[in-house]
Nanobody
């Protein structure tokens, strides 16, 4: 059974940092795209960032560019999202996602991701 398990969420003050992790089990994603989405209360799910393991390209939504960094360790089947200079508007449940196979480019539509984690809450507040 394929599972994605997020960790690392929590409460942080504005300007602070958090590092989210997503550990995959049940199969490898060495040729897939792995990414992060988030959903704030009353809002639609939003693409945040992703990495295409088949080439190493990354892509970020404009609002997190320069603050968030996506990375991963193929050997550990794990991806990370380093979040710096956090803002209250970053508050959301963050979800890890992965495509079922190789993709050309990096999809930003959630429907193109086959596997999802349960989510981890990130709250940015003073």
């Amino acid at each position: 059974q394929v599972q994605l398990a997020e960790s690392g969420g929590g409460l942080v003050q504005p300007g602070g940092s958090l590092r989210l992790s997503c550990a995959a089990s049940g199969r490898t994603f060495s040729r897939s795209v792995m990414g992060w989405f988030r959903q704030a209360p009353g809002k639609e799910r939003q693409f945040v960032a992703a990495i295409n393991w088949n080439g190493g390209n990354t892509y970020y939504t404009d609002s997190v560019k320069g603050r968030f960094t996506i990375s991963g360790d193929n050997a550990k089947n794990t991806e990370y999202l380093q979040m710096n200079s956090l803002k209250p508007e970053d508050t959301a449940v963050y979800y890890c996602a992965a495509t079922s196979g190789p993709r050309a480019g990096i999809p930003t539509t959630g429907a193109l991701y086959a596997y999802w984690g349960q989510g981890t809450q990130v709250t940015v507040s003073s």
